[in-house]
């Protein structure tokens, strides 16, 4: 899809320019943390902020710094995540995690840096007016915090191994995957300033929500049936750490039962916008992606 | 001192009001982070914040949602710096330090929301315009990431038991302590949206960078001369992990004179400001402070 790797493009050609310089003293840091950035990820949050704007009707340059926050946000999560104390994985996308590479301490203040650079991007943007920026920063921040993916982070973690009910496992999805998908296609929103706001907030929360969890089901698939090679990173974790998975709790066949119909509620979420056609196809990719 | 007890005071009530429910199923990290922030600090970050936009013209309760913000943003910083890959400390305040009392996995997502959280809090303040929103978020961010507090953390922990030259110690504590109280200060100047603003945001950052590295200077002294019970955290622990302090570069008596000389720079700015006589004072007793 020429398009996609368009917007790609435009995120991975600005995602490097707010940091210092590597040869300060404190250079460490700042390689480890576009160490992880570079890492090869899918960018589909920041496609996804690009993407809401220009079905918001403005051009998708105006949420271009945006969209690299919300990279900078997702990639703070896993150097977060791999830590020892956390997951303890020692491969993400293929390379040693950020504390193999860079040991634990730089890796800590490498994914802290990277949980607070967001804002200085969003604050920073010459492309939206203030107002907007804080509308940006107001719904990252809270999605990313204690009610949103870290929320769903401590749930995740702080209760592996404990009996997990149905609904409070979609709870955790909900905040762990689909809340920071949300925070990049609602800030693709207000990025657009358009008139019509409200209304594509709201069906704008609606894909986010139901991708998510459609994602994270996917996830969940593959750490049973990809391989490594395939992934990246190591597979058969999750029932290794005692995770909760929805293939655990309902078996596979339901499982991506789930996962189509979860995509089915967000593709008809798209319906509200123009021109969503782009995006559909998006959507359907990532069903079916095998990493 | 009244006064202080008062800005203590209008921080301390506000402090909490942002965090969702205790009882939800993530709600170990939200009692975790209020556990950390309830402490007792001395609360000199968001008694600044408070000041300064006193001092710049304007009713000081403009300032206390994001006198708060820096508040949490100072809590990240030390449950962080408590962890194990960091300075592995089991006393804070007299208290277990967040790791110790909440487990490790807690403490890094405390601490991770505890960052986070100053961006939501600012933008979400009724208080101010959007744009002074924006100039404080940028600001914030900006003085505790990689070019700051961050920076200053990666130096002063990924460098330990180097040989570090007098500019370099300098330069790690303006960015390890000087940072956060520069941002302190200039988001209280912010908040005010005085038209004086440019003017005032040269002399508090003068003031808040020679305070900063008065304060640090301080924090050696006491490490080497005070005791545990004094401090509510264990002494003699820079030298154990060979930390670079001032003290050790200078000596102890060189370092009392350092530190004089700091704050005697700080106060000199103040002097910019219609009525300082409060924050000249203030700044006296964080000199002369036992703890």
């Not at 899809?1 to 707010?18: H, P, Q, T, W």
Request: glycine share 6%.
């Amino acid at each position: 899809m020429e398009k996609l790797e368009k917007y790609i493009k435009n995120a991975e050609d600005r995602l490097y320019e707010i940091f210092p310089a590597e040869t300060l003293p404190q250079g460490d840091v700042i390689k480890a943390a576009k160490y992880s950035l570079s890492a090869g990820g899918k960018r589909i949050r920041p496609v996804l902020t690009q993407v809401f704007c220009e079905m918001c009707g403005a051009d998708p340059v105006k949420a271009l710094d945006t969209a690299c926050a919300i990279e900078y946000m997702h990639t703070y999560s896993l150097i977060h995540d791999d830590l020892p104390c956390m997951d303890n994985d020692d491969l993400r996308r293929g390379k040693p995690s950020c504390h193999k590479a860079y040991g634990e301490t730089t890796a800590l203040l490498a994914g802290d840096a990277l949980a607070i650079l967001p804002f200085e991007r969003i604050a920073s943007s010459a492309a939206i007016s203030p107002s907007a920026a804080v509308k940006c920063i107001r719904t990252l921040a809270n999605l990313c915090g204690t009610a949103g993916m870290i929320g769903g982070q401590q749930i995740d973690t702080a209760m592996a191994g404990e009996e997990l009910s149905g609904e409070l496992l979609l709870s955790m999805y909900s905040m762990k995957t689909s809340a920071l998908i949300k925070a990049a296609c609602l800030c693709g929103v207000y990025c657009a300033e358009s008139p019509e706001e409200e209304r594509y907030v709201k069906y704008a929360s609606e894909y986010a929500e139901n991708l998510g969890i459609a994602f994270q089901i996917m996830d969940d698939i593959l750490d049973v049936t990809g391989s490594t090679e395939e992934l990246g990173k190591r597979t058969g974790n999750d029932a290794e750490n005692d995770k909760h998975t929805y293939v655990r709790t309902y078996g596979l066949e339901k499982a991506e039962k789930a996962a189509k119909e979860y995509t089915e509620k967000a593709l008809s979420a798209l319906k509200a916008f123009d021109d969503s056609e782009f995006t559909e196809q998006l959507t359907r990719m990532l069903l079916g992606r095998k990493k």
